[in-house]
């Protein structure tokens, strides 16, 4: 029963990694301009800035530094994911409870995907969501 689980979360840390390398590459990194107006809005949102909690800041600067947020977040769950595969047989209950968490993590962002971004965030959530949540339906005796 174990090993499945193991599996499943290992499966889940595959599905994050692919929306982690995803985002972080095509959002972050290469992400490429639209064109001009595209253009005009992003140093719009750059060149207005105001403060919050003594600090200048821009909505640029929120765009962007959530970005990498969620990309840092994205790489700390593929690691979770994968010890706690590692974990199963030694602590199921523990990956339990820690897998029930991860799965309803990734709903919530399917959900999010599903009303403010696209396709293939939205099926990596899911995949990750399904797979931690079988993890904790396996474990679920422990």
């Known amino acids: 029963m174990t090993?499945?689980?193991?599996?499943?979360l290992?499966?889940?840390?595959?599905?994050i990694a692919v929306y982690e390398l995803g985002h972080t590459l095509g959002g972050m990194l290469l992400g490429k301009?639209?064109?001009p107006d595209e253009d005009a809005l992003m140093a719009s949102?750059?060149?207005?800035?105001?403060?919050?909690m003594g600090s200048s800041r821009s909505h640029?600067?929120?765009?962007?530094?959530e970005g990498w947020y969620l990309s840092a977040a994205l790489a700390a769950m593929v690691v979770m994911c994968w010890l706690l595969s590692n974990s199963a047989a030694e602590?199921?209950?523990?990956?339990?409870?820690l897998s029930?968490?991860?799965?309803?993590?990734?709903a919530t962002s399917a959900a999010l995907c599903a009303v403010f971004f696209f396709a293939a965030p939205l099926v990596l959530s899911v995949i990750a969501s399904a797979t931690c949540g079988?993890?904790?339906?396996?474990?679920?005796?422990t």
């Not at 090993?3 to 499943?8: N, S």
């Not at 640029?60 to 530094?65: A, Q, T």
């Not at 029930?100 to 990734?106: D, N, P, T």
């Open 3 to 8: 090993v499945a689980a193991g599996m499943l």
């Open 10 to 15: 290992r499966i889940a840390a595959l599905a």
């Open 33 to 35: 301009s639209r064109g």
């Open 45 to 52: 949102f750059a060149t207005y800035r105001f403060d919050v």
């Open 60 to 65: 640029y600067d929120f765009y962007r530094g």
């Open 91 to 97: 602590s199921p209950a523990l990956v339990r409870r």
């Open 100 to 106: 029930l968490v991860i799965a309803v993590f990734f």
């Open 134 to 141: 079988a993890a904790w339906w396996r474990l679920r005796r």
